[in-house]
């Protein structure tokens, strides 16, 4: 399905300025200027005007409270809601339960969230072990499940301790 916003006011980094859109299957096609000639031919139009289309906000700080507080908030409704706000992207903390803290339970939310085809997840691990003051997580195999960020939730990591062995980390 081919869909053809007109009229619509596209901001971005460059900054704002008026123009079409055409949609390909739920995917951003070819964006044209204000007065631009669409040659492609499109099933549905959508006149844009009074509407601002932007892309896709990234909120660094979320709860998706799964696993282990479905109850709260379940992986789906949280990234169905931050969709109806226009984020795309989420980073959850880690202070779920159990406790990412441990490669495969974060790539099982990761492996959720992209069965799920709603937002772009980045799970955050925990620093240390059920974070406590000492048992640094296993850095290298966090990291081989595609996670690069690290929490001690609310905790500084003020021990050089914890510096000087997660920095050991180097992702190739």
Do not use: W
Request: proline share 2%; with cysteine; hydrophobic share 35%.
């Amino acid at each position: 399905m081919k869909t053809l916003i007109k009229n619509v006011e596209m901001v971005d980094a460059e900054g704002s300025r008026f123009g079409k859109v055409l949609i390909e299957d739920g995917k951003i096609k070819k964006v044209y200027k204000e007065k631009g000639n669409v040659k492609s031919e499109y099933d549905q139009e959508i006149d844009g005007q009074g509407y601002l289309l932007m892309p896709g906000f990234i909120d660094m700080h979320c709860h998706l409270r799964d696993p282990g507080f479905e109850y709260k908030e379940t992986m789906e409704t949280g990234m169905q809601a931050a969709l109806k706000g226009g984020f795309t992207t989420l980073v959850a903390m880690a202070n779920t339960n159990p406790l990412m803290d441990e490669a495969a339970l974060v790539k099982a939310n990761l492996d959720k969230a992209e069965a799920l085809k709603l937002c772009n997840l980045i799970q955050v691990a925990a620093l240390t072990k059920e974070f406590n003051d000492s048992n640094l997580v296993e850095v290298q195999s966090l990291g081989t499940a595609d996670q690069c960020l690290f929490q001690r939730r609310g905790f500084n990591c003020e021990s050089r301790h914890y510096g000087s062995r997660a920095k050991g980390f180097n992702r190739t």
